[in-house]
């Protein structure tokens, strides 16, 4: 038996135990193999932190799906919309 069938294997019967962390590491390790790395290099991939992408949600030439800001911003005041009758320089008190 090949190594992408015994992987194909114990996939489908995690998934049926519903253990489902390593549904997706077989999943992922079957990925690899299938794009032509090497049984010993695909189960020393670590997968855990990549996303698989939905179809629909990101646009032409990104890698992302939605813009997360990075840690500590803090979105900025809004500005005050009463400055119709100010001059230029001055703040409204």
């Avoid at 799906?65 to 990075?70: E, F, G, H, I, L």
């Amino acid at each position: 038996m090949d190594e992408i069938e015994r992987l194909r294997i114990a996939m489908e019967a995690a998934a049926e135990a519903l253990d489902f962390e390593e549904a997706r590491r077989l999943r992922d390790q079957l990925s690899l193999l299938r794009g032509g790395a090497s049984p010993a290099e695909a189960k020393a991939a670590d997968t855990s932190d990549l996303i698989r992408q939905q179809p629909g949600a990101m646009g032409l030439g990104s890698s992302q799906q939605r813009m997360t800001p990075p840690p500590g911003w803090q979105k900025p005041k809004k500005p005050d919309p009463m400055t119709r009758g100010t001059r230029r320089g001055q703040t409204r008190t």
